[in-house]
């Protein structure tokens, strides 16, 4: 068991992706972004420069490419790497607010370049939904 590098309270499951310090909760992930990740600004605009996008695949048939099906769905539900990220209730407050928002694409845009830990989550639910068809699609395109 490692204990958080932060609080030194609760034990790590996480490690900082820029400086690889181990903390416990979003909370001390952004207690150590603010004081002393060993990155500054700089650098954090230099790899959003260079962060991958996400972009949505589905089936050129499809009428909304990006829309989930059932078994879709039923991954994310058994997913503990999904289940893990929920737990943090600013996490789910960015769900929320993007769900709800007039423009969900921009916000979703500015909540990834504001918070690297949604931004992980962002990837993951991509991975997860949507690594298959882009692998079936790029098999098919060769």
Known sequence: MVSCQVCNDAESKYKCPKCRLQYCSLVC?????????????????????FRKDIKTVGDPDDEEP?????????????????????????????????????????????????????????QKLVEITFKEKLERLQKEGK
Do not use: G, W
Request: contains cysteine; proline residues 4%; hydrophobic residues 30%.
């Open 66 to 122: 990006s829309r989930l099906a059932p078994e879709d769905l039923r991954k994310l539900l058994q997913s503990d790497a999904i289940h893990e990220f929920l737990e943090y209730s600013q996490i789910r407050e960015f769900v929320k607010k993007v769900d709800s928002s007039p423009a969900p694409e921009k916000l979703l845009d500015a909540l990834r370049s504001e918070d690297s830990v949604f931004d992980d989550f962002t």
């Open 29 to 49: 992930f952004k207690k150590h972004k603010e004081s002393s990740c060993s990155t500054n600004q700089q650098e954090d605009q230099n790899a959003s420069q």
